[in-house]
């Protein structure tokens, strides 16, 4: 069964960092490209950074050069690493990835504030 473990979130102050981590299971990790997205208070969930199976990555407009995402075949995981954080970046942030259908990790919330 195909599983994504979403971690590494926590309270920052603005100009802080976190890495976020997605440990996945039950696929061909290398084969498929895997995503972050997150959710603020009342807000639809938004496409935060996207790393494709050779490497590729882009990037949403209000988080590029600030958030960097990166995986790691051998360990089976993607990463976020989430630099000069602001307030607006509060949110639950989750991984997914498509396969047969849209999967989701169970979110890490992310705070920023003083």
């Known amino acids: 069964q195909v599983q994504l473990v979403d971690s590494g979130g926590g309270l920052v102050q603005p100009g802080g960092s976190l890495r976020l981590s997605c440990a996945a299971s039950?696929?061909?990790?290398?084969?498929?490209?895997m995503r972050w997205y997150r959710q603020a208070p009342g807000k639809e969930r938004e496409f935060v950074a996207i790393?494709?199976?050779?490497?590729?990555?882009n990037y949403a407009d209000s988080v590029k050069g600030r958030f960097t995402i990166s995986r790691d075949n051998a360990k089976i995981t993607v990463y976020l690493q989430m630099n000069s954080l602001k307030p607006e970046d509060t949110a639950v942030y989750y991984c997914?990835?498509?396969?047969?259908?849209?999967?989701w990790g169970q979110g890490t919330q992310v705070t920023v504030s003083s």
């Open positions: 039950g696929f061909t990790f290398s084969n498929y490209e």
């Open positions: 790393i494709t199976s050779a490497g590729g990555r």
């Open positions: 997914n990835v498509v396969r047969d259908r849209v999967y």
